[in-house]
């Protein structure tokens, strides 16, 4: 008897040789590594009316952070 997959786990794993065949076909890659799997921690923080997003993304391999500032006003990059 087959063990019943949940659709979740059935489209990730469609998508995932989808992209190993993409990644063949167009850059000539033959093999994929895993760098693991990943925790991460947000922090959200309200400042002058602005929301201020805090991640801390751990690795088995080290820790990456990113600020992000989300606004409603428009800005333009200078």
Not at 24 to 49: A, D, I, M, P, Q
Not at 65 to 72: D, G, K, N, S
Request: one cysteine or more.
């Amino acid at each position: 008897m087959q063990k019943r997959v949940s659709p979740f786990t059935w489209l990730f794993g469609y998508l995932l040789r989808q992209m190993s065949v993409r990644c063949r076909r167009k850059h000539g890659v033959t093999k994929l590594k895993s760098l693991g799997g990943f925790k991460n921690n947000r922090k959200v923080y309200e400042w002058k009316g602005e929301t201020i997003e805090l991640d801390e993304t751990m690795y088995d391999w080290g820790t990456c952070y990113e600020i992000e500032l989300e606004t409603v006003r428009q800005c333009s990059a200078s």
